[in-house]
């Protein structure tokens, strides 16, 4: 017989693209307020109680919905002129947990949990949506 433990599944999924960015609002001195760009790691993180079908949190194949809006609408752009926001990788990560909460979390099952946005292999930003709801 085997213990039966309580807890949470979650799978994470990770999706890549190129941009150019500029953070104006640092001073003239700095790097970053200069013209760059960036090849972005994106990890969605998602979470479920119970699993489906053959035993599933999502299927990945339900994420690729995902993937093409990173690159209809980011990849080969310049963020600063795409975004709503100050093309930071934490006002990133958010507004793609926005997205993904309006226009495919609805539509599948588990919960979106994280999303994280990697500029480089060592430097990453993480927005986590708050257990009450939504992002």
């Known amino acids: 017989m085997t213990a039966q433990l309580r807890g949470r599944f979650s799978i994470t999924k990770d999706f890549h693209f190129a941009a150019a960015h500029q953070l104006h609002s640092l001073g003239p ?28 949190v999502t299927d990945f194949g339900d994420l690729a919905p995902f993937g093409r809006f990173l690159e209809e609408n980011l990849d080969h752009r310049f963020l600063n002129e795409v975004l709503p926001c100050e093309p930071t990788s934490e006002l990133l990560a958010r507004y793609l947990a926005e997205w993904f909460a309006v226009n495919l979390e609805p539509k599948i099952p588990g919960r979106l949990t994280a999303v994280r946005v990697s500029e480089t292999p060592t430097s990453r930003a993480t927005f986590e949506i708050d257990e009450a709801g939504g992002a």
Request: some cysteine; proline content about 4%; glycine content about 18%.
């Open 29 to 56: 001195g700095h790097k970053c307020a200069r013209l760059h760009g960036h090849s972005y790691h994106v990890e969605l993180l998602l979470t479920a109680g119970e699993l489906t079908g053959p035993g599933f």
